[in-house]
């Protein structure tokens, strides 16, 4: 198999795989299930949902589809509910801000109108439907906007006060027969305008500007729209989404684009926009036309939805879709460390760490760097690629011999206690995983001599410091066990921490990355410290913030690539 047709091999889309049902079904990496497709099929078949990807070119870059539904208002509702006292006490401070600036008495009828949201129904005074359906994605490359309305009028009249009280007046453009909001910079034209019961606005270069705004007011539709293409099934039902939203990035049709090929209306607005991108489309090559579909192989498509949304809060997926066999290659990364899973989330103030094996690491960078030197780029604009590959393991000697051992870390913070503008209690652990944690401790002691006299084993056995050896910190507790790593807490119960982390079992599906925090509980913590300045406007901004609970991201590489879990818990 030549080098341009192994780029080529691309995913299969979950609705194109039922031939192939038994074959993955051996191999173990079937995704899709009959609850996944019965759940994108009845988004889709929804007529509502139907008109609005109607709009929508099947060949856009990226789009962001809304399919509408209360559970998003209530999420909406509880945060404004939760800022509207903290920002009643900031609205005097806003109104004290100079407006003798061109700009001032805009801003001031905004901040108006955003006040008046914020109380309770006061979305619906927008006349945007906020349990409605929405859009955000590329005529071209350019963005545009579809949001349904619960009341046009309501709009109108909106836009209507803010121009009265701001002192400005929106130009008018003419679409034929049709009247828009209409502006711009430079080379590129911005339209909006309610269109029946939908808010659209969008860009589009100024030598395209009527045949890009027919297709946002609806005037002309798509040759091919998302309602034809089966992308949208295929998305929602390997990433698990459809009751709520669901968004993509296509890398692949952006590079159809900037090879000169692929959709024309994207060719055009690119060359449109850019126009220097024309004049490369002669010389490219077709092998280098091969070679660049090859690397937008790699990671073909990024992917974002939201899986569950109410009152409490949301959980979403944010995805890089990779190639099968680099997919493969990073679930082979992955590292169990100590106490470092999806469960931190709702148990630390804040929590950093990820579990990757550095060894196999450094082994697959080498051996990439090896396969694309044996068969370098031939384009030439990928030449900076071949230089980069044979960097690559020109010399390892320089790796420390304990580094391969490593396998990843975490700092988790548990508890704060504040005292004036200090500590008075913190609970907190960090973990270093490592196949052999004596030859890290020895490297360490080597650069920090302070250390050497510390008793040190790796069998497991918890070892403590006398209160004062560091500091502001008190109950330090360590240990170190081999093929598991070095673990030191401190704080209330930090010997039992350190304990249960040395002999705690290997998590099933370790997260590559880890990032959490509470807002809320770092805010109560810090409220006394503010209230000590004697700026209570400085609590007020803090205040807003208490209502966002337990938050974070976690990374795992799973068969369809780099999956990111995110989520908040609302108070």
């Known amino acids: 198999m030549t080098r341009a047709k192994q780029w080529l091999r691309w995913p299969i889309g979950c609705g194109r795989a039922a031939a ?23 988004a889709l078949a929804d007529p509502a949902v139907r008109a609005l990807l109607s709009k929508i070119p099947a060949d856009t870059p990226y789009a962001f589809i809304s399919f509408g539904g209360p559970s998003a208002r209530a999420m909406i509702e509880k945060i404004y509910k939760s ?13 004290q801000m100079p407006m003798d600036q061109e700009w001032g008495p805009l801003a001031k009828a905004i901040l108006v109108e955003f006040r008046a949201a914020m109380k309770e129904g006061g979305i619906d005074r927008t006349g945007i439907d906020m349990d409605g359906r929405a859009a955000v994605y590329g005529i071209g490359g350019l963005p545009a906007v579809r949001w349904s309305l619960k009341d046009p009028q309501a709009l109108r009249d909106l836009l209507g006060r803010v121009q009265q009280a701001g002192n400005v007046t929106l130009q008018v453009c003419k679409l034929g027969d049709a009247e828009y909001w209409c502006g711009g910079v430079g ?23 009527d045949k890009v705004f027919e297709l946002l007011f609806g005037k002309t539709v798509p040759e091919r729209s998302l309602a034809d293409s089966p992308k949208l099934r295929d998305l929602l039902t390997t990433w698990q989404l459809g009751k709520h939203n669901v968004g993509y990035v296509d890398g692949r049709v952006i590079v159809e684009a900037i090879l000169g090929e692929g959709d024309p ?13 024309v004049e490369e489309w002669p010389r490219m090559t077709q092998v280098c036309k091969d070679e660049f579909r090859g690397l937008a192989a790699i990671a073909p498509m990024v992917v974002l939805g939201t899986e569950t949304i109410d009152a409490n ?93 490593l396998r990843g870390g975490s700092l988790v913070l548990t508890d704060i206690k504040m005292a004036g503008f200090l500590p008075s209690t913190i609970t907190a652990h960090a973990v270093l995983a490592a196949a052999d944690p004596r030859a ?15 008793e040190f084993s790796d069998d497991g056995a918890v070892k403590t410091l006398p ?33 249960k982390l040395l002999s705690a079992p290997e998590v099933k599906d370790p997260p590559l990355g880890l990032f959490a925090y509470d807002m809320a509980r770092i805010m109560s913590q810090l409220e006394p410290v503010l209230g000590m300045t004697g700026q209570p406007e400085l609590t007020a901004v803090f205040d ?23 989520g908040m818990t609302l108070r």
């Open 20 to 42: 192939l049902a038994t074959v993955l079904a051996v191999a173990g990496v079937a995704g899709c299930t009959k609850s996944n497709e019965q759940v994108a099929a009845a």
């Open 83 to 95: 800022m509207s006292p903290a920002m009643e006490r900031l609205w005097p401070l806003l109104d």
């Open 187 to 209: 080379e590129i034209k911005f339209a909006a305008a309610i269109v029946s019961d939908e808010f659209v606005m969008g860009l589009a270069p100024a030598s395209m500007a």
């Open 265 to 277: 209306l994207n060719k055009e607005v690119l060359a449109a926009v850019v126009p220097k991108v």
């Open 313 to 405: 809060g949301f959980e979403g997926v944010f995805g890089v879709e990779l190639r099968s066999d680099l997919a493969q290659d990073f679930k082979s990364l992955r590292a169990s460390v100590p106490g470092l899973s999806r469960e931190v989330r709702g148990e630390a103030m804040f929590a950093l760490g990820g579990g990757f094996d550095v060894g196999k690491a450094i082994e697959w960078a080498l051996r990439k760097g090896q396969e694309v030197s044996k068969s370098p780029y031939q384009c030439p604009e990928l030449a900076e690629l071949n230089q980069f590959a044979a960097k690559i393991g020109q010399d390892t000697s320089a790796i420390p011999k304990w580094v391969p051992g």
């Open 440 to 454: 890290v401790v020895e490297a360490i002691k080597a650069e920090t001599p302070m250390i050497a006299s510390y």
């Open 467 to 499: 209160d004062g050896t560091v500091p502001f910190v008190n109950g330090i507790a360590y240990g170190a066990k081999a093929g598991t790593g070095i673990v030191v807490a401190i704080g209330p119960g930090s010997e039992g921490t350190v304990s």
């Open 544 to 566: 807003i913030y208490k209502v966002f609970g337990p938050a974070g991201y976690e990374m795992y590489a799973e068969d369809r690539g780099l999956v990111f879990k995110v």
